[in-house]
């Protein structure tokens, strides 16, 4: 058990920046993501933290030590791969006992700590198997074992489910997270899907070409993203982004406007700005009462319907908002994608009027792509400045 | 329905025969018995009397009493010397070489290192380098470098007779001639292999050489027997080195080949029947590695 930091790791290739000054904090016994799309530098940094690359500048420390230049095996960690990596030619106990053996450990040491990993994950009677003879979710529990025999201070996870089926992959996480209950140990943990950081993490780190976006608890990157990747990235279906300018009386697009107090948005109207509202914040006229606080209605066709059992996926095609008709940009903006319970009358085709929810309305700037707010109030209201939060 | 289906099956698998399948066997069969005639006409050939192989057609076996097993008995009689010391140098220089090519490849592919690439190109190289090439420089490099001088003391102490160093010759030579081929092998091999368990070894905390030891050695059995069948093939097979080390069939030292070369060959012409019997007596030990090897050879040349 022991506190990860990272100051400043970059890495640089000749020719790209994988990672550019990295800097996280790790609670001693957290269970941290790294997620973000491929190529983002998430697996790069873990290997850093691994040492099985060494960064071109900054420091990583693994609880008072500073690993940067230290070998693997002598950083107190280890670690379980995408492919899963046993040893083909050695049984279960061999492929457990590997590291314990090179480190000459008493054979009744080994033995207790290989049987007391085996425990840990389900897997006591099947010491004398081989790898081959094995199924996928058994042999990504080997490979735990294999890292939790060595009792290390930190493990590290490079998509060890992402070979997995599907709904072994939805067991795995569980039995990963009561895995971190028992150990207590910190967890670093990389994967794309972000479904696979929101689940298990006490915090996630989600990170975009090279850089980190947001270092926060799953809820916090979800309902107060703090830019407009994090946003589009966390959640699934993603946010429904909307360009549009910032005016005296609110947002105005080519589709709609929304109404509100512009002081605190921390911009001057005129701005282009972008507006982000998550599908479960489109609400269809009859269901308008659920919304904390509904903006004016907006015209809208249904376009495709996508009903996923516990709830329908809505296509909807925005008209022109032959009004005010401003808004620059025009593409592919006309759509927005709103659930709803699955007991909805709607059909295709059908002409229907929806409202955003006000209170989870999100503004990104679109120079920087920064959060402006998270939640607006009503046009009657004194501040803009309410997060999504109070508005629950 | 089903009935109806395996009816056309049927009549499409006939029409099938009368067509292109006739061509196609013909064609193999023509092709069986091109590759395997002059096999068949060496082994009907060395079980003839010397009278039987002038009178008959090469290709016909043994009738009228012109059978015997004689040619093979006067064949293991000559040849018996010689493929012991062809086997007291072709074993060790095959294990040798596959061993020493396994670990470059090892080094070449899964330790990492500045300028792999240059000192492979130097490997890919020495498997060009024909045979022909090296003949003088070896024999000049054997006359500066003395092995039977250098190991004087095992002829002075042991029954071994001097002639023996000429093996020793045989053998460092095919190791290093061996060595590039084997190298290019194994690193095929190693490409393939996974480097996250190599990287799960590092962390688990096993040194480059446990890591081959404990993890590569183990894995490389497949192609360990693609090489030792190959090289011990070439090895056992080859004439060029040993007529340009060891010289003469007479040498108590001279390998199979050698002795081969000279058997039934005599002032009164070629005995045909004795030379065969003398081939398939020499070609034996190549076709037992084969056999031994060969469920491994076959998973190897798979991967």
Redesign the interface.
């Known amino acids: 058990m022991a506190r990860v930091q990272l100051t400043d790791v970059t890495k640089r290739y000749e020719d790209v920046t994988a990672v550019e000054e990295m800097n996280l904090d790790i609670k001693d016994g957290e269970f941290i993501t790294l997620v973000g799309p491929s190529g983002c530098g998430k697996s790069t940094t873990m290997e850093m933290i691994?040492g099985?690359t060494s960064p071109s500048d900054g420091t990583v420390m693994i609880g008072d030590r500073d690993v940067t230049t230290l070998?693997?095996?002598d950083r107190g960690?280890?670690?379980v791969?995408?492919?899963?990596?046993?040893?083909?030619?050695m049984d279960v106990y061999d492929n457990i006992s590997?590291?314990l053996r090179?480190?000459d450990y008493e054979k009744a040491e080994i033995d207790r700590r290989v049987d007391d990993a085996a425990g840990i994950v389900q897997m006591e009677g099947m010491l004398d198997r081989m790898p081959d003879e094995m199924s996928g979710g058994q042999r990504q529990r080997i490979a735990i074992a294999?890292a939790i025999v060595?009792e290390p201070e930190v493990f590290l996870m490079d998509e060890p489910l992402a070979n997995l089926d599907a709904k072994l992959r939805v067991h795995m996480r569980t039995e990963l997270q009561r895995l971190h209950k028992e150990l207590e140990t910190t967890i670093i943990y990389v994967t794309h899907d972000q479904a696979e950081a929101m689940t298990m993490s006490d915090r996630i780190a989600v990170l975009n070409e090279g850089e980190l976006q947001q270092f926060a608890a799953p809820l916090t990157c979800y309902n107060e993203p703090r830019n407009e990747f994090v946003a589009g990235f966390i959640g699934s279906p993603a946010m429904n982004f909307t360009n549009g300018d910032l005016t005296g009386s609110g947002f105005s697009s080519a589709h709609y406007d929304v109404t509100f107090p512009t002081e605190g948005v921390g911009i001057s109207p005129g701005t282009p700005v972008t507006l982000g509202v998550r599908p479960e914040d489109v609400y269809p006229e009859e269901t308008l009462d659920d919304a904390a606080d509904p903006t004016e209605l907006i015209d809208a066709e249904v376009d495709v319907l996508e009903p996923m059992g516990d709830e329908i996926f809505v296509y909807l095609m925005l008209a022109e908002d032959t009004e005010s008709g401003m808004g620059g940009d025009v593409s592919g903006d006309d759509t927005l994608l709103m659930s709803v319970s699955p007991d909805s009358t709607l059909e295709e085709g059908d002409l229907i009027n929806v409202a955003l929810d006000r209170a989870k309305i999100h503004l990104f700037d679109d120079d920087t792509g920064e959060a402006l707010v998270h939640g607006v109030a009503r046009a009657t209201g004194a501040s803009a400045d309410a997060t999504g939060e109070e508005a629950e | 329905m089903s009935t109806d289906t395996s009816r056309t099956d049927r009549t499409d698998r006939l029409a099938d025969i009368d067509g292109y399948r006739v061509g196609l066997y013909v064609a193999i069969g023509l092709l069986v018995a091109f590759f395997l005639t002059p096999i068949e006409s060496g082994f009907v050939t060395s079980l003839k009397t010397d009278a039987a192989v002038g009178n008959t057609a090469p290709y016909l076996p043994p009738l009228f009493g012109g059978f015997s097993i004689a040619n093979y008995v006067t064949a293991v009689e000559v040849l018996a010397r010689g493929m012991g010391n062809s086997l007291l140098f072709a074993v060790p220089a095959t294990l040798l070489s596959a061993l020493l090519g396994s670990f470059a490849a090892y080094g070449l592919t899964l330790v990492d290192w500045k300028y792999q690439v240059p000192i492979l190109v130097l490997f890919v190289a020495g498997v060009f380098i024909p045979y022909q090439a090296v003949l003088v420089p070896l024999s000049r490099l054997y006359s500066i470098v003395n092995v039977a001088d250098l190991l004087w003391f095992v002829w002075a102490y042991t029954p071994v007779s001097v002639q023996y160093a000429d093996l020793v010759e045989l053998t460092v030579t095919h190791i290093a001639y061996g060595i590039p081929i084997c190298t290019v092998l194994f690193r095929s091999y190693y490409t393939s292999m996974s480097t996250e368990m190599m990287e799960a070894a590092r962390l688990d905390g096993a040194s480059i050489r446990r890591v081959y030891r404990r993890i590569v050695f183990p894995l490389s059995t497949p192609m360990f027997a693609v090489v030792l069948i190959y090289q011990f093939t070439q090895i056992w097979n080859d004439l060029l080195f040993a007529l340009v080390i060891v010289s003469t069939g007479s040498s108590p030292a001279a390998p199979v080949t050698l002795k081969l070369a000279g058997l039934g060959a005599s002032l009164e012409g070629l005995d045909f029947g004795l030379r065969m019997a003398g081939a398939f007596v020499a070609a034996l030990p190549t076709l037992l590695v084969y056999i031994a090897f060969g469920d491994e050879f076959a998973e190897g040349v798979a991967s």
């Open positions: 691994a099985l070998p693997p095996k960690i280890s670690m791969f995408q492919n899963i990596a046993l040893f083909p030619h590997f590291g090179l480190r294999r060595r």
